[in-house]
């Protein structure tokens, strides 16, 4: 038995052993009576006294006959010794058995610390070794399906995006429907919009309201550090949805591993990519698995993600207008007592997308509270603002003059895209919407159209206000590449050579016509100008329903 247990082990029975026979052999030694003060004052003046040791924590009274020990404390030694009365003797095996206590105590101190250190290092080890196994094999542990109890009623001010995904849902609640009818829907759906907006928070609503689980996954989670551990990743992932069918998958931030392929490779990131294309490619539409993914970059993915058969359903969610913000609002403040002016706080707020909004809130209950109120007042909302406004979130906030500006500028490219029909899902003063809707054969006078609706808003605004501004800078760089897109790729010139001076003609004779259809339409600019200043957005039917009542 003895040959079992650890070296340490043994060393530290022997120091226990050691330092146990020490005490002991102190305690057997000393076998002296213990008296008081009193009597030890008696002995001393009886002049009987031939010898006084000092050994912590007593003092030895030896007489002819007979020991006695008296707890040092209690006796003024410095006065005895000093009138002569006993003679000091300080007794040195004290300092050994200290020494040897203090000695043997260390050693247990030092092996128990060795012995906890040496085990935390092998449980790291062992940790690491787990986690290893679990990346090499074992990775299905760690992709678990969530149940949202989240739904569209969590969810205000993107009732347009609600519209879009309800045939997904319904889809995932009644697959058979569709089966009978041989309907194929798309395998993956990609939310698109800034962050903030609540990409992630709709994925959830989608699987709470279909009532399926819910399997969340970060793309940068993808790219391991070992080669090929991402693209078994995506393969478990997609194993076990089809398990648990149907369901949906929600890859969040799907640039991170969806980057357009070229340039400086990465070959990890592009086998993981390559994985996740294959999986969609062979899953059939009827195996009741959705893929939804988030992205606040889509002009940077791989044109294999957006072709048919993987995401080729796109849903934009933008900045909240007016309406949607005082949505949201209303939702956040349903449960909290208040006495808000929920549509004055709305206008105040242009800008905040749904995070901030959700910080503002809270944020106005905590400064309620801070000063002892029952409920939150339009003041404790005003004055939190600015500290959301310069916080974490970097939000985009117009002064009263720039919000005019930005609708006459946004007023121009809704007017005009409306009149050359251009096809536009929403314009407003935050974000444009304008999504060209492309077919495969374009023509010159498409892309020209899509080029004036591009200059029409930096026109308007020169023209009003004689001056150019900063806010038409991503317009007018678009408008330069679709330009050269016409003349240098496109080769849509009267020859089949062409030159910068060919991209920089159809720029100028685009601005010649647009500030021609601008000046017809003035009267309609002014009213679609105010209409973005009252509701912040505009969709292409109510656009055209104004210019209908001037014309």
């Known amino acids: 038995m003895w040959q079992s247990i650890s070296k340490n082990a043994k060393i530290i029975y022997i120091a226990l052993a050691l330092l146990i026979t020490v005490l002991v052999l102190s305690n057997l030694n000393d076998k002296t009576e213990l008296i008081d003060q009193k009597r030890a004052m008696q002995f001393i003046e009886s ?54 206590f203090l000695l043997l105590l260390a050693m247990i101190i030092y092996i128990f610390y060795s012995i906890r250190t040496s085990r935390q290092v092998q449980e790291k080890m062992l940790l690491r070794e787990q986690e290893e196994n679990v990346q090499v094999g074992n990775e299905m542990q760690y992709i678990k399906a969530q149940h949202s109890l989240v739904n569209f009623a969590d969810v205000a001010g993107v009732e347009g995006v609600k519209e879009e995904l309800k045939e997904i849902i319904d889809f995932l609640k ?49 790219v391991q550090i070992y080669v090929g551990m991402g693209a078994k990743r995506v393969s478990e992932l997609f194993a076990r949805a089809k398990e648990t069918a149907p369901s949906i998958i929600f890859i969040d931030e799907i640039d991170a591993v969806g980057k357009s392929r070229g340039g400086q490779n990465n070959e990890e990131r592009e086998a993981t990519l390559n994985q996740l294309l294959t999986e969609m490619d062979g899953f059939e539409e009827s195996s009741g698995v959705m893929v939804l993914a988030a992205t606040n970059k889509i002009d940077v993915l791989d044109d294999a993600l957006l072709r048919a058969g993987r995401f080729d359903r796109r849903v934009h969610i933008g900045l909240p207008d007016f309406e949607e913000r005082t949505a949201t609002i209303r939702l956040y403040l349903q ?38 109120k029952f409920k939150i007042e339009d003041e404790d909302v005003e004055a939190v603002r600015e500290k959301v406004l310069l916080g974490k979130f970097k939000i985009q906030n117009f002064s009263e003059h720039e919000r005019r500006i930005q609708a006459l500028y946004q007023a121009a490219k809704a007017i005009t895209a409306s009149w050359l ?17 492309h077919n495969e054969i374009l023509s010159k006078t498409v892309l020209e159209n899509e080029l004036k609706v591009l200059l029409a808003g930096r026109i308007a605004t020169k023209n009003h206000y004689a001056e150019l501004f900063s806010n038409a800078k991503d317009d007018i760089k678009t408008a330069k590449l679709l330009a050269r897109q016409i003349t240098e790729e496109f080769f849509m010139t009267e020859g089949y050579s062409s030159s910068p001076n060919h991209s920089d003609q159809i720029l100028l004779d685009a601005t010649d016509e647009v500030e021609t259809l601008l000046s017809k339409l003035d009267a309609v600019l002014v009213i679609v100008k105010e209409y973005l200043l009252d509701n912040e957005s505009i969709t292409m039917e109510q656009t055209k329903v104004l210019i209908n009542e001037v014309f």
């Open 421 to 437: 029909e251009v096809e536009f899902e929403k314009i407003g003063i935050l974000s444009s919407h304008f999504v060209p809707h």
């Open 335 to 372: 449960s909290k007592r208040h006495n808000v002016d929920i549509e004055k706080i709305s206008r105040l707020t242009i800008g905040f997308n749904s995070a901030a909004l959700a910080t503002l809130i809270n944020e106005a209950a905590l400064y309620a509270l801070r000063l002892n």
């Open 174 to 222: 009644n697959p058979q429907k569709y089966r009978e009818f041989d309907i194929s829907l798309p395998k993956g759906v990609l939310l698109v919009g800034p962050p903030g907006v609540g990409k992630t928070l709709i994925a959830k609503a989608v699987a709470g309201e279909a009532d399926v689980p819910f399997f969340y996954q970060s793309a940068a989670s993808f």
């Open 47 to 100: 002049a009987k006294l031939e010898k006084v040791l000092v050994k912590r924590p007593y003092v030895y009274l030896y007489l002819e006959d007979a020991t006695y020990k008296v707890p040092k404390e209690a006796m003024d030694l410095e006065k005895l010794f000093t009138q002569g009365l006993v003679e000091y003797h300080e007794d040195s095996s004290e300092n050994m058995e200290t020494l040897i």
